[in-house]
């Protein structure tokens, strides 16, 4: 139910954008070498999607906000944290402290709120280690994280992970990449240039 739900909210979100763009696993279920950014809209409209799909898919913000107290993106919750989100190409420049300071304020209260909308059990309480792993033990955060579940990015590979994890590979690609690009001050990845923010900025290759 909550999966049906994450993908509904997704599509009302969504479906003014681009109809084009509905469910991935319909529309790369056929195996396409495209299913490896299921989520990107086509390229015209990609930039026009990213920043409008984060703010517009959290109509129940307030409803599951409470997993993400522990750092309300208020100005109070980090004060050192940069105002908003990196313009475009800014986030590599950041020093760590800000990005660690952005991330506690703006990305994990925001890719919090997505993981659990997208299934509350799983996800009651989303913490840093969630992307990052052992990363946030040794401080690095490095990224991407080698202890998230591998990815093959053949397009069998790929196939593959459609019909094994069709909700999760839709939520990846429709909600995750282009929150997470959106927040980063990035494009999310465009099959057609192969540039872009996609899966492998947080999964390793198989
Ligand atoms: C939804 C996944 C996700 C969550 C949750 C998350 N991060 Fe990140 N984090 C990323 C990604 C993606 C990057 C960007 C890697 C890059 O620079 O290309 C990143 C980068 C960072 C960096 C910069 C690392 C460097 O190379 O200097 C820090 C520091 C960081 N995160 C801290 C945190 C902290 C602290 C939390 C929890 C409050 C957190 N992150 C939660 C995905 C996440
Ligand atoms: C911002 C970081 C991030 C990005 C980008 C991302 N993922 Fe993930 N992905 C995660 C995290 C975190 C988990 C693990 C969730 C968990 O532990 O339950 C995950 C889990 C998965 C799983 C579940 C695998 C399993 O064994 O249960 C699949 C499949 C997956 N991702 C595919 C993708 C695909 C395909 C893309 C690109 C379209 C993508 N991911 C992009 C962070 C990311």
């Given at each position: ?7 509904m ?6 479906c003014?954008?681009c109809?084009v763009?509905?469910?991935p696993?319909i ?10 950014a ?5 390229a015209?409209s ?6 409008s799909a984060?703010p ?5 913000a307030p409803a599951s906000a409470?997993?993400?107290a522990?750092?309300a993106?208020?100005a109070s ?5 940069p105002?908003?989100p990196?313009?475009?190409?800014d986030?590599?420049?950041w020093?760590?402290?800000q990005?660690?300071a ?15 909308e997208?299934d509350?059990k ?19 955060f490095?990224?991407p ?8 990015p053949t397009?069998a ?11 999760m590979v ?6 995750v990449?282009?929150?997470i690009?959106?927040?980063l001050?990035e494009?999310p990845?465009?099959p057609?240039?192969?540039k872009?923010l ?6 390793t290759k198989k």
């Amino acid at each position: 139910m909550l999966h049906l739900m994450a993908l509904m909210n997704l599509r009302l979100a969504l479906c003014g954008l681009c109809l084009v763009a509905l469910p991935p696993f319909i529309a790369c279920g056929g195996g396409q070498p495209e299913a490896v950014a299921p989520s990107n809209p086509p390229a015209a409209s990609s930039e026009a999607a990213a920043p409008s799909a984060a703010p517009s898919s959290s109509p129940s913000a307030p409803a599951s906000a409470a997993s993400a107290a522990s750092a309300a993106p208020s100005a109070s919750a980090a004060p050192s944290a940069p105002p908003g989100p990196p313009g475009p190409g800014d986030w590599d420049a950041w020093t760590h402290e800000q990005k660690l300071a952005y991330m506690k304020a703006t990305v994990m209260p925001q890719m919090g709120q997505l993981f659990h909308e997208y299934d509350a059990k799983k996800y009651a309480e989303p913490k840093c280690v969630l992307c990052h792993g052992a990363g946030v033990n040794d401080g690095s955060f490095k990224m991407p994280n080698p202890g998230l579940p591998k990815l093959d990015p053949t397009p069998a590979g790929i196939k593959k992970l459609h019909t094994k994890f069709p909700g999760m590979v839709a939520f990846m690609g429709k909600k995750v990449v282009p929150t997470i690009a959106n927040l980063l001050g990035e494009e999310p990845f465009d099959p057609k240039t192969g540039k872009g923010l996609g899966c492998f900025e947080c999964h390793t290759k198989k």
